[in-house]
């Protein structure tokens, strides 16, 4: 059913809240913003940055692209390896691979950044193709995303698009793949809140890692 596979990054294969919630506080201690309920920091796993911003503090575009730069400063020395792979992760990756899958990861998180995360954490050798944001903006939003993933592996066809599907943890992983007019596989190991997966509108969900793996590998059958 399945040949082409398109995995997010955070919250899916690798377990980088920790990083996250660390770079989210240094930006909000920048800005004098106080808040430390766990429930407010947790939104800003896994969405676009600068729309978090936007979103969970009021701050116009111009005041959210500093925000995420800001967030940056530390990230790109620290948060980024504050960080590692879900058990079993790379093993699945592996596993799929030797079944002939295409693997892309369609990641929120910029590009630059997830090259050096999925070298350091061992899933670099079993993804064809590793697709994130842009640092300026152009390529942010998670079917933009998407978009380019399916740019890259030429995905162009109907009956290509009916073999692809998009694996996430949050509601604008599944948002962004029915955008791209494509399936969905929610992963409730990830970050997001109780129903939000079901309320998206998951084509699948699966609560843990080899019972997703076991799915995907008799998709060939």
């Not at 960080?83 to 691979?97: C, E, I, Q, R, Y």
């Not at 070298?119 to 064809?128: C, F, N, S, T």
Request: charged share 25%.
């Amino acid at each position: 059913m399945y040949e082409y596979l398109l995995f997010d990054l955070d919250g899916t294969l690798t377990d980088s809240q920790e990083g996250i919630l660390n770079c989210i506080i240094y930006t909000l201690d920048y800005y004098g913003i106080p808040n430390r309920d766990p429930d407010f920091l947790n939104q800003f796993v896994g969405p676009p940055l600068t729309v978090s911003f936007q979103q969970f503090c009021g701050f116009d575009k111009k005041k959210a692209q500093e925000a995420a730069a800001k967030y940056r400063e530390r990230f790109s020395t620290i948060g980024l390896f504050e960080n590692s792979a879900f058990p079993g992760a790379v093993d699945m990756l592996k596993t799929l691979k030797e079944a002939g899958k295409t693997i892309a990861l369609s990641t929120s998180k910029p590009e630059v950044f997830t090259l050096r995360i999925i070298e350091r954490y061992g899933l670099a050798p079993y993804i064809d193709n590793p697709v994130g944001a842009t640092l300026d903006g152009t390529r942010e939003k998670k079917a933009d995303v998407i978009r380019e993933a399916l740019r890259q592996l030429n995905i162009d066809t109907p009956e290509k698009m009916r073999q692809t599907v998009m694996i996430g943890d949050r509601n604008h992983d599944i948002l962004g793949a029915k955008e791209c007019h494509l399936d969905s596989i929610g992963c409730r190991w990830g970050y997001a809140k109780e129903g939000e997966l079901e309320e998206a509108g998951a084509t699948y969900i699966f609560d843990s890692i080899p019972e997703l793996t076991r799915f995907l590998v008799r998709s060939n059958e």
